[in-house]
């Protein structure tokens, strides 16, 4: 290669590395990234990026909390193996494949605005793996069980944040748990999570514990306790939190 075109294809490389640089990532924080869908699973990636539901509950996320890393949440097909963060990658695979399952529930419960239940139960997830995604960010020793409930309970400390629309998302997420728990009522073993049943149970207390005069509908004697359960979940997220938190 002579000189000029020795030089020519230098600059050619310099600027692709520019470009490269100019879309790398921010280094710390929930970043999102979109994959290219599976043939059957289109329309679910557009559901999800047509109604922009992840993007805001990763700027709340980011605002709230200064993680010293990046996560990087994966909207992608996973081909049945389910959305979950992976915490050697540091990354929350959100999977398309799982609003075909999560659709079929909700219309199996009978809603009659599955759309906006689907969305809500989205930005629910969204809530517990980045729960996870924190537990480790924070290197809380918590078995796995324990992790698990633990997110369910970080969820339940950003949407009640949130006010009516954030309880609203946890009564639907509920309702899906309820009809996971009818159509399949054996419990599942190998499955790390609380059974469906209890964790319906767990975001009702925390709605109702919260903001027991806003929700007497919800009021029975065996959650005569949500409200201290909810002033624990609430006491024990924000202690933890603290060295991320933004002031
Ligand atoms: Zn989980």
Redesign the pocket.
Known sequence: MNTTRRRAACAAVLLLLAAGCGEQPPGRGFVLRYEEPAAGDRDDRRFLEDRALAEPVLAELNAYGDLPHRVTVVARSCGGEGT?YDPGERRIELCYDDLARERELIERSGSPRPEEDLAEIVRETIH?EAG?ALADALHLTLGDRAE?DA?DRFAQLMLLRGGPGGEHALLTAARSYDAEAAADPGADPADE?APPAARAESHRCAVYGAAPVRHPDLATPARAGCSAVWARTRDTWTRDLDPLLRR
Do not use: F, Y
């Open positions: 979950g517990h996870h698990e997110a999570h």
